[in-house]
C-alpha cells in the first residue's frame, strides 16, 4: 500500500480528530470568537496559504468552467454548511458528542449515493442503517429529554452539518476536477470562506475580541485543520483505497473523546458510549457491504 498514502491519512487521523477540541475551544462561551467569523477567518486565510502553495509548486491554478461549479457547490456545502454549523453549534455542545454526531456521516453519504443512483440496498446495508441511526438516537436521546431549547437546536445543527458535508463529499467524489489537491481545496476553502463571512454579517455578530487561548485554537485550526488535513485528506482520497480512507470516521471520535476528557474535563456518559458504539458498528457495516460490493464487481468484470 502507498507509504505517502497512509502518511497523508495518520495526519487525517490525528489532526482531524483534534479540530473538535481546538473549536470548542475557540468559540465557547467567553472565548470572545463569534461561530462564523472564527471559521469564515479561519477557511479565508487557509485559502490563500494553498493559493500561495500552489503558485511556487508550479500547480495549475486556472479551473475549466466545469471545475467552477464543482468547486463552488462543495466548497459552500463543507465549510458553510458543514464546518460552519459545527463550529455555531460548539458554541453550546461539547466536542465529544459533536465528534460523535459527525462520526455518522458515511451513513447520510451512503444514503444519499443509493438516492441518486436508484440502487436498492442490500438487507446487510439496511441493518446497518439502522444500526448507525439508532445510534445518532442513542446520542441525542440526554439532549431530547432534559436539554433546553438551545440544546435542541444545537443538535439539529450538528445533524444539518453532517447532511451538509455529506453531500458536499458527494458531488466531489463524482466530479473530479483538473486542478492539484492543493489548488483545489485553496478554491473550495475561497469559496466556503465568504459565504461563512457573509453569514456572519447576515446574522449580525459581534466584533472578535478572542482571548489568548482562543487565538491559539484558531491558528491550529488554519495550519493543522485547513491547510494541512484538508489537503492530506484530498491526496490520501488520490493515493489510496476509498475504504481505507473513510477508516478515519473510525478514529476521529475517539481522538476527540478523549481529548475533550484529558483537556476540557468533558463527561463521558454511558449514552454517549451506547451511542458512539452503535453508530460506529452501523458504519463498519456499511464498509463491510460496499468492500462486498466491490469485489463482486471486480469478478463479474474479470469473467
Not at 453532517?162 to 481545496?185: D, T, Y
Not at 455578530?205 to 482571548?211: A, K, L, N, Q
Request: net charge positive; with cysteine.
Amino acid at each position: 500500500m502507498n507509504a505517502r498514502g497512509l502518511l497523508h491519512l495518520l495526519i487525517v487521523y490525528i489532526v482531524w480528530g483534534s479540530t473538535y477540541l481546538a473549536i470548542r475551544i475557540a468559540v465557547r462561551e467567553g472565548a470572545g470568537f463569534p461561530a462564523f467569523v472564527m471559521a469564515g477567518s479561519r477557511v479565508f486565510i487557509a485559502a490563500l496559504i494553498l493559493f500561495a502553495w500552489a503558485r511556487l509548486a508550479r500547480r495549475a491554478l486556472k479551473p475549466t468552467r466545469r471545475d467552477w461549479w464543482v468547486f463552488a457547490s462543495s466548497g459552500v456545502l463543507l465549510w458553510l454548511g458543514g464546518n460552519g454549523l459545527v463550529s455555531w453549534a460548539e458554541q453550546r455542545a461539547d466536542s465529544a458528542y459533536a465528534a460523535l454526531l459527525v462520526a455518522s456521516l458515511p451513513i447520510w453519504t451512503t444514503i444519499l449515493d443509493s438516492f441518486i443512483d436508484r440502487r436498492p440496498p442490500s438487507f446487510r446495508l439496511i441493518g446497518s442503517l439502522l444500526i448507525g441511526i439508532s445510534g445518532i438516537a442513542v446520542l441525542n436521546a440526554p439532549v431530547l429529554m432534559h436539554g433546553t431549547h438551545a440544546d435542541v437546536v444545537a443538535a439539529a445543527a450538528l445533524l444539518g452539518a453532517v447532511f451538509s458535508w455529506g453531500i458536499g463529499s458527494v458531488i466531489q467524489k463524482r466530479n473530479p476536477v483538473s486542478l492539484s489537491a492543493e489548488a483545489s481545496s485553496a478554491y473550495q476553502l475561497m469559496f466556503g470562506s465568504v459565504c461563512l463571512l457573509a453569514a456572519s454579517a447576515l446574522i449580525g455578530e459581534p466584533r472578535p475580541t478572542p482571548t489568548p487561548d482562543a487565538l491559539w485554537a484558531w491558528g491550529y485550526l488554519i495550519l493543522f485543520g485547513s491547510v494541512i488535513a484538508f489537503t492530506s485528506f484530498v491526496k490520501a482520497l488520490q493515493m489510496l483505497p476509498t475504504h481505507v480512507v473513510t477508516t478515519y470516521a473510525y478514529v476521529n471520535p475517539v481522538i476527540a473523546v478523549i481529548l475533550g476528557w484529558l483537556i476540557l474535563d468533558e463527561p463521558v456518559t454511558l449514552w454517549m458510549l451506547g451511542g458512539s458504539a452503535l453508530v460506529i458498528l452501523g458504519v463498519a457495516g456499511i464498509f463491510h457491504d460496499q468492500r462486498v460490493n466491490a469485489a463482486r464487481a471486480r469478478v463479474a468484470a474479470a469473467k
